[in-house]
T-cell receptor, first 114, second 113 residues
Framework: AQSVTQPDIHITVSEGASLELRCNYS??????LFWYVQSPGQGLQLLLK??????LVQGIKGFEAEFKRSQSSFNLRKPSVHWSDAAEYFC????????????FGGGTRVLVKP | SQTIHQWPATLVQPVGSPLSLECTVE??????LYWYRQAAGRGLQLLFY??????ISSEVPQNLSASRPQDRQFILSSKKLLLSDSGFYLC????????????FGQGTRLTVV
């Protein structure tokens, strides 16, 4: 079965600094990978996704992620963080099997210091 | 465009009381539907999914059940709530292709007291 690990539970970053969130997955074939963001008390919004092609994908709100097959990783990055980026971020892996389910990592909470 | 409605937004229920959370989807047909639970400070745990009317798959043993009486309606229920059922419940839908994103409702904050 597939699994996702987000090693960092909390990250604190200064406004204007760069941000990188780590995601490692376990799956036997090329997975479908997603990054979502969740504001407090809200549902999840898709930031970006990868399923084939260029391993560097661009998303909304200035985020990008790089798929590295050799490291089973799909890390999310942003060059310059804004205060509005404070939220919880989830990495997910999808498999085209029964139910077309998404498996999520434990999430990383990002705090932005002024 | 597709939208997903989930209600209520907040719910406080006593231990032992029943539960019914409802989720409806608009703008698509025959969606795959999902119920996730998010405990405080933890990730999303898939509870149930459904690929069609009356078809329910349970991912974890628990005190909850799910039903899909109509194509775009997904209900999460319990006959008797436990304290451990407290959490943030999210409904989502997704298409059949692996590269499609999941769309989430706004969630229900359930507190069992």
């Amino acid at each position: 079965a597939q699994s996702v690990t987000q090693p960092d539970i909390h990250i604190t970053v200064s406004e204007g600094a760069s941000l990188e969130l780590r995601c490692n997955y376990s799956y036997g074939a090329t997975p479908y990978l997603f990054w979502y963001v969740q504001s407090p008390g809200q549902g999840l919004q898709l930031l970006l996704k990868y399923f084939s092609g260029d391993t560097l994908v661009q998303g909304i709100k200035g985020f990008e992620a790089e798929f590295k097959r050799s490291q089973s990783s799909f890390n999310l990055r942003k060059p310059s963080v804004h205060w509005s980026d404070a939220a919880e971020y989830f990495c997910a892996v999808g498999v085209e099997a029964a139910g077309n389910k998404l498996t999520f990592g434990g999430g990383t909470r990002v705090l932005v210091k002024p | 465009s597709q939208t997903i409605h989930q209600w209520p937004a907040t719910l406080v229920q006593p231990v032992g009381s029943p539960l019914s959370l409802e989720c409806t989807v608009e703008g698509t047909s025959n969606p795959n539907l999902y119920w996730y639970r998010q405990a405080a400070g933890r990730g999303l745990q898939l509870l149930f999914y459904s690929v069609g009317i009356g078809q329910i798959s349970s991912e974890v043993p628990q005190n909850l059940s799910a039903s899909r009486p109509q194509d775009r309606q997904f209900i999460l229920s319990s006959k008797k709530l436990l304290l451990s059922d407290s959490g943030f419940y999210l409904c989502a839908w997704r298409g059949d292709r692996g590269d499609t994103e999941a769309f989430f409702g706004q969630g229900t904050r359930l507190t069992v007291v």
